[in-house]
């Protein structure tokens, strides 16, 4: 196959950027998409020319360290995949592919196709997370979760954080990653203690990074890798006003 | 210098406990005094760290990834083994221990796995506190399933997605840590080498791989949890960043490498489909729980399949040969990587090899499916399958899977006492980074284990003994050997920037690979391990000469990160060479041809090879010098492994 690309060049979240046209050539249909960018790559750095950067790591779809917004889709026009498992054969002969880094305020560009999505960690840092130390917890078996729940928690958990959902929203909100961690956490007996602390210091670390409101419109669930739900968002939201109405005491004496 | 593995005295399975209480404590005033440096935060880096930071020690850690939770334990897919008996099929952690020194082809210290074995059954506990979904039975409690070299079910799973989420857990204590301001996390970061004062580990150099800043950071000690190194042969099962510069340099500066030939390729991935492949994916061990592998009797058939003028589900059962069950009837699919794979090779060189490149064999499933329906089958490996269909375009559910082994994991790594102390005091090693528990192969669902044994039982307790024994006394960063360091580094980074020849490093690592694949892979020979060895040293000078590095030190720079790399695995490439020459005979994943059974499995010299292989680093060019520790065997008894 013969292609062409037009991809977005940015030396540095300073710089302003420009969209560069590439020729893909004697590209196989097996090849997945990251593999015909390394092909480019290649000849780029024969030419003595700066290769395209890109993130990548696994390159099986679980680390969510790949991105690119590929005509028009965040991971490209297949549904419930990454772009690393996104393979030629989905092109025809001859098209013209358009490149583009997430494009969200809260996910900065690192460098031409790569963005900076530490928001996601400090999000997860805020409270993603069951407070017990290593050692001196009761046995796995102690506590019997419901096989359809435990199943539930882990459909949530899933979530490989890779920011699809924010680049696909119009207003690059966050909802659908943090909700899935609060949702996996409030499910689970274990998360129950925290339940209520959780949701609001995850929601204001994510209010405090500019992510955009949700608008319900759905657009994250549709090009998430990883098939995360809506009804994550439900679930939040409830867990979120509730605590807003009833619970938010706990919060304050406990935060740090 | 004498290795000493520091072994604690006493019965097998009194060491632990009575070590443990032996080891000298830091004073909980004291722990805030103390800076302790972790680099990588994968399984083994992330569990430790976010103990330690609990225990109130000071923490940097570091990763190259723009997050800790895209360390390489997130593609772990099938499991993780612990000794509970929940399924009261006679497991024990005796025997835990006995199949992790049998399947290691016993060449593994008995001491450090028995101790593995025992903490396995906390990991467990650990996880599920963290709220890690394990996959449940209905009744609520945890499920289990068997994965190879096992005839007990002790294997924990969430899916097919275990060691995501595994990580996932050790990352959210160590976000809590990081929110507590106990550890400070330092992502893009890359750590090039490790400063020594008095042959102690006092700190790291790295380079900030946004800014391209190299900076020294100082410690009381440093902790390696870098991973394992697969990817020197290029195509592996490994995450593309995967690499063994941080282990390589800290060898450089006296770290001991333990045993570099020991790998382990695993019998079922996807094969290759062509030299544009960047990296071949794994189909989960878990598989051959339920899917038969078999391939044409006859080359007749096998060439038809090839050229696709028949399909897999039209050969009739009578021309098939499942040849593990055929030739182990005892553990049948379920035999050990090693066995696994090379009987997979063997049949592609009888010329009964499928699929279009003659490289495969068959994994299939229409037997599981018709026993057990095929919606539980997609139930219990959904992913595994939808995984294939994006690879291959092909169906499993009514196509049997093509399978191939590739490069999975290293055995070997640095050699680390039973403290997982390195060779340079102060400087440990944790996780797929060190040598340790799995001797010359290691057994499914083991490596997650190990990672977070080091990382959440055993690192807490040993670190502590040497910094109640060094004191809290702030590291002098003024001593020279910082600046020193840091120099090293930047030379190196400005002769790699120098380069400007006409290959690149891309085209050096896979040809480092077709070297190692070749001659230092399924099957090793004298002879052809003495011509790689003059192979990797010409490819070496060449690099040197002829690589293209593109771009400067001040940036994101892919090329340069990606050279330092292939540099530092072309020379590990060369001591893997000589490792495999110097061990004679075959043990686990290493099969020397010279060293086999008349029956084609590896024979073990107990009498000259009974050791760890612990290499030591001479200088530039200079051949290293072997130090051996012996092996010995109190609780097990040696004899060949037979899975029939
Ligand atoms: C596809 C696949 C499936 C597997 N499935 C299983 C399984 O089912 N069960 C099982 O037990 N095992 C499995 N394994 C093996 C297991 O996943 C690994 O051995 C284990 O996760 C390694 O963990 P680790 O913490 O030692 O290293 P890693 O998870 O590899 O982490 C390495 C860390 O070091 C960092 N790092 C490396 N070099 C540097 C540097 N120079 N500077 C800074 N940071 C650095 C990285 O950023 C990363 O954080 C599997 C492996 C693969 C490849
Ligand atoms: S919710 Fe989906 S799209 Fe969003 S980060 Fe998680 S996996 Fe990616
Ligand atoms: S590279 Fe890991 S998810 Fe794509």
Redesign the pocket.
């Known amino acids: 196959m013969n292609l062409t690309l037009k991809v977005w060049r940015q030396k540095n979240a300073q710089t302003s950027g420009k969209f560069v046209s590439y020729k893909a050539e004697n590209i196989s249909p097996d090849m997945s998409f990251l593999e015909m960018l390394d092909v480019v790559n290649e000849s780029l750095t024969h030419k003595g020319d700066e290769p395209i950067n890109f993130d990548h790591d696994c390159r099986e779809g679980i680390c969510?360290m790949c991105s690119l917004y590929i005509n028009g889709h965040p991971h490209g026009p297949k549904r419930g995949i990454t772009t690393c498992q996104l393979h030629m054969r989905t092109f025809h002969d001859g098209e013209t592919i358009t490149i583009e880094p997430w494009r969200a305020e809260a996910f900065p560009i690192v460098k031409d196709l790569a963005v900076d999505r530490s928001a996601f960690d400090r999000i997860q840092q805020a409270g993603g997370y069951v407070s017990v130390n290593t050692g001196g917890v009761p046995d796995g078996n102690a506590i019997p979760i419901p096989k359809v729940i435990a199943d539930e928690a882990f459909n949530s958990a899933t979530?490989?954080?890779?920011?699809?959902?924010v680049a696909a929203c119009k207003n690059a909100s966050a909802m659908?990653?943090v909700s899935?961690k609060i949702t996996q956490l409030g499910l689970l007996p274990q998360g129950q203690p925290e339940r209520y602390r959780r949701v609001q210091s995850m929601v204001a670390q994510m209010d405090e990074e500019g992510f955009g409101s949700c608008t319900n419109t759905g657009a994250?669930e549709a090009?998430?890798?990883?098939e995360?739900k809506l009804t994550n968002i439900a679930r939040m939201n409830n867990d979120y006003f509730s605590a807003k109405l009833f619970r938010e005491d706990e919060v304050h004496e406990q935060g740090h | 210098m004498t290795l000493d593995a520091k072994i604690p005295q006493g019965p097998l399975a009194e060491k632990w406990s009575k070590h443990k209480f032996d080891l000298k404590l830091v004073n909980p005033a004291n722990k805030r005094k103390y800076d302790i440096i972790i680099v990588g935060t994968g399984l083994a880096g992330a569990s430790a760290a976010a103990t330690l930071g609990e225990l109130g020690y000071n923490v940097k850690a570091f990763c190259f990834q723009d997050s800790p939770r895209r360390a390489h334990s997130i593609a772990a897919q099938g499991g993780i083994n612990a000794a509970k008996n929940y399924q009261n099929d006679g497991d024990s952690v005796f025997r835990l221990f006995y199949d992790t020194i049998k399947g290691g082809d016993y060449r593994a210290r008995e001491s450090n796995v028995h101790r593995l074995a025992e903490v396995s059954v906390n990991i467990i506990d650990q996880c599920v506190a963290q709220g890690v979904p394990f996959a449940r039975e209905y009744g609520g409690l945890l499920d289990n399933r068997s994965f190879g070299g096992s005839q007990v079910s002790r294997t924990f799973y969430a899916r097919g997605q275990t060691g995501q989420q595994l990580l996932l857990g050790a990352y959210s204590a160590l976000n809590r840590q990081i929110h507590a301001g106990k550890v400070k996390m330092y992502t893009r970061h890359e750590m090039l080498d490790v400063v020594t004062i008095d042959g102690h580990a006092k700190g790291i150099v790295t380079r900030n791989m946004l800014t391209g800043a190299i900076d020294t950071h100082d410690g009381h000690a440093v902790l390696l949890c870098t991973g394992g190194y697969s990817n020197v042969f290029y195509l592996s099962t490994n995450a593309i960043g995967s690499n063994v510069t941080a282990a390589w340099r800290a060898h450089k500066r006296g770290a001991f490498f333990g045993n570099p030939c020991y790998t382990q390729i695993h019998p079922t991935c996807i094969p290759v489909t062509g030299d544009h492949q960047s990296k071949l994916t794994l189909m989960s061990e878990s598989l051959r729980n339920d899917g038969r592998v078999w391939a044409p009797k006859t080359v007749e058939i096998a060439e038809q399949l090839r050229k696709g003028t028949l399909k897999a589900d039209q050969v009739k059962e009578d021309d098939r040969d499942y040849f593990l069950e055929r030739k182990y009837p005892a553990f049948g699919n379920l035999v050990p990587r090693d066995v696994a794979s090379r009987n997979a090779k063997e049949m592609v060189e009888e010329g009964k090899g499928v699929g279009g490149s003659g490289f495969a064999v068959f994994l299939d499933f229409a037997d599981a499916i018709k026993r057990l329906g095929e919606e539980t089958v997609k139930a219990k490996y959904g992913n595994l399958f939808d995984m294939y269909i994006q690879i291959t375009d092909e169906n499993p559910y009514k196509q049997p899977m093509r399978i191939y082994p590739a490069v999975h994991y290293t055995m070997g790594g640095l050699w680390v006492d039973y403290n997982l102390s390195t060779t340079i005091p102060g400087l440990y090693a944790l996780g797929e980074c060190n040598f340790s528990d799995h001797g010359a192969n290691r057994l499914g669902a083991s490596a997650l284990m190990q990672g977070l044994s080091d990382g959440y039982f055993v690192i807490p307790y040993t670190l502590g003994d040497y910094l109640a024994k060094i004191g809290p006394k702030k590291v002098d960063t003024n001593h020279p050997a910082f600046a020193a360091t840091k120099k090293d580094v930047v030379d190196h980074v400005n002769k790699l920037l120098a380069l400007k020849g006409t290959k690149t490093t891309n085209e050096y690592h896979r040809e480092l690979g077709h070297i190692m694949w070749e001659y230092c892979g399924m099957a090793r020979t004298d002879e052809g391990l003495r011509k790689a060895k003059g192979l990797i040293q010409a490819l070496k000078a060449d690099f040197w000469k002829n690589a293209i590095v593109t771009g400067e030190n001040e940036e994101v720079n892919a090329s340069l990160e990606r050279a330092g790399r292939v540099a530092d695995f072309i020379e590990l490439g060369e001591l893997m060479i000589d490792d495999a020459l110097m061990r004679k005979e075959s043990c686990g994943g290493h099969f020397r041809v010279e060293s086999q059974t008349a029956d084609g499995e590896a024979l073990r010299d107990d009498e000259n090879f009974a050791f760890v292989a612990a290499w030591e680093f001479k200088g530039e060019n200079q051949p290293e010098e072997l130090h051996k520790e012996q092996l010995t065997f109190e609780a097990v008894h040696l004899s060949q492994r037979n899975y029939a």
């Open positions: 969510g979530c490989i954080g890779c920011g699809a959902c659908l990653f899935a994250c090009e998430c890798p990883k995360i």
